[in-house]
């Protein structure tokens, strides 16, 4: 699907809508921060901008049905060579850093209306 500028945003989400199946869900409403950490096997020569526009729409239509409802996006590249430590990680992140290959951790929250930095 590919939109069409600001006013096809709506048949945009109606049809992301459409191609979910039946009995799933998906953020529709919520405005959303997302968390990006990518652990590359060998050190990245591209930007890491890159990955950020590619992952939010893979989103569509499984997480949310527009990723116009994200409101905050956090992205970190860590160094392949280096030990990266988390002061309290999530068990889903610790599973992750333990499988093999190059690791992109995505975490999905709502924002509180009252966040502002």
Do not use: C, H
């Given at each position: 699907?590919?939109?069409?500028?600001?006013?096809?945003?709506?048949?945009?989400?109606?049809?992301?809508?459409?191609?979910?199946?039946?009995?799933?869900?998906?953020?529709?409403?919520?405005?959303?921060?997302?968390?990006?950490f990518?652990?590359?096997?060998?050190?990245?020569?591209?930007?890491?901008?890159?990955?950020?526009?590619?992952?939010?729409?893979?989103?569509?239509?499984?997480?949310?049905?527009?990723?116009?409802?994200?409101?905050?996006?956090?992205?970190?590249?860590?160094?392949?060579?280096?030990?990266?430590?988390?002061?309290?990680?999530?068990?889903?992140?610790?599973?992750?850093?333990?499988?093999?290959?190059?690791?992109?951790?995505?975490?999905?929250?709502a924002?509180p209306?009252?966040?502002?930095?």
């Open positions: 699907m590919r939109r069409q500028g600001r006013n096809g945003r709506q048949g945009f989400a109606e049809a992301a809508a459409r191609a979910l199946p039946e009995g799933a869900w998906s953020f529709d409403e919520a405005r959303l921060a997302v968390t990006l990518y652990f590359p096997q060998a050190a990245m020569t591209g930007d890491i901008d890159n990955i950020v526009k590619l992952t939010l729409d893979a989103m569509i239509p499984s997480i949310y049905l527009d990723d116009s409802l994200v409101d905050r996006v956090l992205v970190q590249r860590f160094d392949p060579e280096a030990k990266a430590a988390f002061s309290n990680p999530s068990d889903a992140l610790v599973q992750a850093l333990g499988s093999e290959g190059p690791i992109l951790y995505i975490r999905v929250d924002v209306e009252e966040a502002v930095f």
